[in-house]
């Protein structure tokens, strides 16, 4: 069934799209360390991550189709090293590590570190399988399940020149998976884009702003656009005012039936202002909220976040989930946290996502003739 | 608002307000009812959000009353939806329709759930009713079709439903058959109607032969008539139409009868069936018969897209009564009233299998029960409840009044003297009404088991086995005689030391081992088992006999039918399993059952096949217990180059000419052992032979001797010698047994008096 299920893993991404034609693609990882301790309260994400996963009929192993790193930042690629194969497919050990059978990857691998580029272990580990997979491709070695990346946007410099076959570009539309041709779905690049002399390049080469942003058009039960799906990691509201510059005239082109609303429902996507220092005072950038409104009818918009309190945080934050109810509710849709403990899956009819309703823990309270559960005797 | 209402119910509306599914609620109070309404979420896909309902009708956020009764939370709030909300979805309560909708949120009681899982449980089955409503997933498939809810009308028409699935041949024509009818006169409508299997051509005298109408003085109207069957007439391309609409009940004339059917594909042999109907009933009915009540059951066939719940087939069907004088039937065209009815399945085996949770055995093989006496008649009436009962029952034993005490079936009332003939006769009645028919032989087991004919009768050629619940020795060594004619194994259940302790034996498929074999085995068991020995072995108090009547021959022990039916239920259970999973082969089962005040520990044993030694020239049979065999040949091990040996134990079964040997007692260390020959010293041997007998209170005893020989061997000329000694010592036969390299060599002494 065609879904996009979404782990509960606090303020961090961790969505799994699984397409009509059984092909799996993730996008980010936020899997903590405590999540191992059973003692623990947060969710065991690696675990209903495998649990949703297929094994290779050959190896044995759990693989992905492929894996979106919307930007390399700890709570979107925390677990990386712990729980995926790094290295050539031949190399894997096993053991229940998860191989990666086609990176979606960033330009921003090939960036060198500076202040606004330093990498935690796990983002220097993907940057290391990223540039072996590329090297691989440049050494002319035949490109199959384990060896494939593709680079998402060009880098500037001119490093992503010769990269053709594996290159999506901006506002390209792509179909392929792990280099196939898949006809359950296709993903536009809407960024990251071009950067042009006159833009405060300072702002746009942040990490947050490197994000990939792509809105998949997903098939389902005979329809081909069953749903569109928005998603840009942790992007901020520069990347969304110059999209909707970039596509006023073309809307549709960022329209969607479920969105993961940016940066776990943070002001910043929304506005230049500061919740925390302006509070009710801060003002909403009409293109950035333009470019995040394009609601079609009914659509959801998902906070991957912690619970969103009245308070002065960010992320997650209020006044953008009030701004994003708005758009939810203008759109005749429903916004929605992955509240966990178990991942909010979006199943995806020809009419649409559509997320199953919430139920109550059994004997929460004691509120009826009974407490908790009772065995139940036949007479 | 909340400080007065009681304070469960306050509770239950804080609940209901933390559910994750409401997005709000109200209150209202009225007498000793208090009515919450909580909006629910319902999930529904992106578009159907902006439609603002879902092709079903459902709104994105829906209503639902829980009306909390005073007596909450002992029950559970009645749920209500709202009044415009589609009644054309399954799993809705059947209701007036002036009354809102009723969601049937849980297979079985509200109430009970509320008990078991809180009212959390209750809110999340209202959601997830809802979600389902809403994505019309409210029938799933894995599960089955849910049928047009009918649980709460008040006729009845029982009827066989494989036979009713199989009037679906496509063809456009009605099915008639007879039905019996009942109902109380000046009770609201309720009439139960036993629909009939065979159908017949309504021709011109059939009314005339069939229907009957009596109305008793008690207020009990009892009638004969007949019932009308309507199938899906095929399509164009060959096949049966199939309905997927979930239609509700709404049926209230014929009129809306024949629309009903039309949706279901069976107008043609509905309308057929009503007009020779009419016609026949002008031509039969005279002025005197025109205010003749007519009761007309009418059953519609529909075909699903899959299953219904709990069957195989995707035939559901629809039945309806149709309850009026003959004249209005005939004048009233089609404002004729109809209602609906419930159907219930006519008793079957299939019926008795399916609600005992035992799957279905498509032919199964028949079975034979000796001894319809106190357990032989619980574990007949117990596996025919689950629709397998013996297909032979054996027992020339009539029913006596103290049979009363633990006899699964019920004396006689009539005859007042507490009878009820035959057992096996009884049985078989008792059986019929489980809708089993069972062949009764009023003989003795003996008798039969001697007679070929008797016996080719009572265990057909493809029998599955014999079940021996004679409690006979006498009865268990003749089927042991008469194995080779049998061709199936037998099972022995047995209740021991007034109800201390029962045994069911299932010998092995290939004969080996027998009976015989794991009774001298549970025997050997006994000896260093103080519990199933005291219950086992004769000698205790447990084990006195019941006067019965003067001179009465009954060996009945005292103990209560719990007793029994609580051994023989475990027994059911075991053969119900051997019926599934087959029997053993090569092995044999035995269940020993040792009760300890009211609770009974079973245990299972495997026991292995025995050796069996067929002496030359003589009619005696020696079976090696896998036990003694063992022992036999550690203790040659135990003196590798020389020859030893020891004393046999076990018992002798002189019916079948067979030593079951379950045993040794070794031999005294004084005993010579030599490359040559082996002298067992006899000094000490005694008591230790004593001690083993004793110990199984005589029940294994001394059968003879045993040695080695180095080399494949018989006996020696000393050996000849020993045994003319052995044959002085005792009347009953010895063995002399020699075990060599190759396998055993016995020869039998008998110091019969010539």
């Known amino acids: 069934m065609v879904s996009v299920t979404y782990f509960s893993v606090d303020n961090g991404d961790m969505a799994l799209i699984e397409l009509d034609s059984g092909r799996k693609i993730l996008v980010d990882v936020n899997i903590r360390e405590a999540a191992d301790d059973p003692e623990d309260d947060t969710p065991d994400v690696a675990r209903m991550l495998r649990e949703r996963l297929d094994k290779d009929s050959k190896t044995g192993h759990y693989y992905v189709d492929a894996f979106l790193l919307s930007h390399p930042d700890q709570d979107h690629c925390r677990g990386l090293e712990r729980h995926f194969h790094l290295g050539p497919p031949e190399s894997h050990p096993g053991d229940d590590k998860i191989l990666i059978r086609e990176m979606w990857s960033s330009p921003m691998v090939f960036r060198r570190a500076s202040k606004n580029h330093t990498l935690c272990a796990d983002a220097k580990a993907w940057k290391k399988e990223a540039k072996r997979r590329v090297q691989h491709f440049r050494d002319d070695k035949p490109m199959e399940s384990g060896n494939r990346i593709l680079i998402l946007g060009e880098d500037e410099n001119g490093k992503t020149d010769d990269l053709g076959p594996i290159l999506v570009m901006t506002d390209q539309e792509f179909r392929s998976i792990d280099g196939l041709r898949d006809s359950s779905f296709s993903a536009r690049l809407l960024a990251p884009m071009p950067t042009s002399d006159d833009e405060d390049e300072e702002e746009l080469l942040s990490k947050n702003n490197s994000s990939v942003v792509l809105r998949f058009k997903l098939s389902a039960e005979g329809n081909e656009d069953a749903c569109r799906y928005l998603t840009g990691g942790d992007a901020e509201v520069a990347i969304w005012e110059r999209l909707w510059a970039r596509h006023e005239n073309r809307p549709h082109w960022l329209d969607y039936d479920l969105l993961l609303t940016p940066h776990h429902c943070s002001w910043h996507s929304l506005s230049r202002d500061s919740w925390s220092k302006l509070g009710e005072e801060a003002e909403v950038s009409p293109d950035a909220r333009s470019a995040l409104s394009q609601a079609r009818g009914g659509a959801y918009l998902v906070s991957s976040s912690k619970e969103i309190l009245d308070d002065t945080n960010d992320p997650p934050c209020i006044r953008a989930k009030r701004e994003y109810q708005t758009i939810a509710k203008e759109a005749g849709g429903r916004f929605e946290r992955v509240a966990g403990p178990q991942p909010s899956k979006y199943t995806i009819s020809r009419d649409g996502p559509r997320l199953k309703s919430a139920a109550a823990a059994i004997g929460a309270s004691v509120s009826s003739g009974a407490i908790g559960r009772q065995p139940l005797p036949h007479g | ?754």
């Open chain 2, 1 to 754: 608002m909340a400080s007065v209402l009681p304070s469960a119910v306050a509770r239950a509306v804080a609940t209901i307000r933390e559910h994750p599914a409401v997005e709000n609620l109200s209150l209202s109070t009225g007498n000793e009812t208090t009515a919450v309404v909580a909006s629910f979420r319902v999930s529904m896909p992106s578009r159907w959000l902006a439609e603002g309902h879902s092709p079903s009708g459902v709104r994105p956020v829906e209503p639902v009353t829980l009306r909390f009764p005073a007596n909450y939370p002992l029950c559970a709030p009645s749920l209500e939806l709202r009044n415009d909300f589609s009644r054309s979805h399954p799993h809705i309560n059947p209701g007036p329709e002036d009354d809102p909708p009723v969601p049937c949120v849980v297979e079985g009681s509200l109430t009970e759930l509320l008990h078991a899982s809180g009212l959390e449980s209750v809110l999340n089955q209202i959601s997830a009713w809802l979600d389902n409503a809403a994505n019309g997933t409210l029938i799933d498939p894995k599960q089955g079709w849910e049928p047009v809810r009918r649980d709460t009308l008040t006729h009845v028409i029982c009827a066989d439903a494989g036979v009713l699935y199989g009037r679906t041949d496509g063809q456009e024509r009605p099915w008639f058959v007879g039905c019996n009818y009942w109902y109380e006169r000046d009770k609201p409508p309720g009439i139960l109607i036993a629909l009939g299997s065979e159908s017949f051509p309504l021709a011109r005298d059939t009314l005339g032969r069939l229907m009957r109408h009596g109305d008793s003085p008690n207020g009990i109207a009892l009638g004969q008539s007949l019932g009308l069957v309507a199938g899906p007439a095929k399509g164009p391309d060959g096949s049966l139409p199939v309905c997927c609409d979930y239609l509700p009940e709404s049926v209230a004339t014929l009129a809306d009868l024949r629309q009903r059917a039309a949706a279901y594909g069976c107008a043609a042999a509905l309308n057929t069936g009503l007009k020779l109907l009419r016609d026949r009933l002008l031509e039969a009915s005279t002025t005197a018969r025109k205010d003749y009540p007519l009761v007309l059951p009418i059953v519609l066939l529909a075909k699903r897209p899959f299953p219904l719940i709990g069957t195989e087939s995707p035939i559901e069907l629809i039945p309806y009564v149709v309850s009026t004088p003959i004249s209005d039937f005939c004048a009233n065209g089609d404002a004729v009233p109809v209602e609906p009815a419930s159907h219930v399945h006519t008793l079957s085996r299939n019926l008795l299998r399916r609600l005992s949770g035992v799957e279905d055995m498509k032919t199964p093989k028949p079975w034979t029960l000796l001894g319809a006496g106190s357990l032989g008649s619980n574990v007949a009436i117990s596996l025919g409840r689950m629709g397998d009962g013996p297909s032979v029952t054996v027992d020339n034993d009539y029913f006596s009044p103290h049979n009363a005490a633990r006899h699964a079936l019920l004396p006689d009332n009539a005859s007042g003297m507490g009878l009820l003939g035959n057992k096996a006769f009884a049985l078989q009645q008792a059986l019929l009404c489980l809708a089993q028919n069972t062949e009764a032989l009023s003989a003795h087991v003996l008798d039969v088991l001697a007679d070929p004919k008797l016996l080719k009768k009572a265990v057909p050629r493809n029998a599955w086995a014999v079940v021996n619940a004679t409690a006979s020795l006498a009865v268990r060594d003749a089927l042991m005689e008469a194995a080779p004619k049998l061709h199936a194994p037998v099972i022995e259940a047995a209740i021991w030391g007034r109800g201390a302790a029962a045994t069911l034996l299932v010998e092995s498929t290939d004969g080996n081992p027998n009976v015989g074999d794991m009774v001298a085995a549970l025997y050997e068991r006994a000896r260093s088992d103080s519990a199933l020995s005291n219950a086992l072995l004769p000698g205790g108090a447990s084990h006195a006999l019941i006067e019965t009547g003067q001179g009465c021959r009954s060996s009945t022990m005292a103990m209560p039918d719990a007793v029994v039916s609580q051994f023989a239920s475990a027994m059911s259970l075991a053969i119900a399993d051997l019926r599934r999973d087959g029997l053993p082969m090569a092995t044999g089962h035995t269940w020993i059952g040792l009760r300890q005040g009211i609770q009974v520990q079973w245990q299972q044993i495997v026991v292995q096949p025995s050796e069996r030694i067929k002496v030359e020239a003589s009619p005696w049979t020696i079976r090696i217990g896998a036990d003694a065999h063992q022992a036999i040949s550690e203790d040659i091990n135990r003196f590798p180059g020389v020859e030893t040996g020891g004393v046999l134990m076990g018992r002798i079964s002189e019916a079948t000419h067979t030593f079951y040997v379950t045993g040794i007692v070794p031999a005294p260390e004084s005993s010579v052992r030599r490359a040559d020959c082996f002298i067992l010293e006899t000094k000490g041997l005694k008591r230790a032979v004593e001690r083993y007998s004793e110990e199984t209170a005589g029940a294994l005893y001394c059968l003879g001797t045993w040695h080695s020989h180095l080399t494949p061997s018989g006996p020696s000329a000393l050996d000849r010698q020993t045994a003319e000694v052995l044959k002085e010592w005792r009347v009953a036969p010895s063995v002399m047994l020699i075990r060599h390299p190759s396998g055993y060599q016995a020869s039998i002494t008998e110091g019969i008096w010539q």
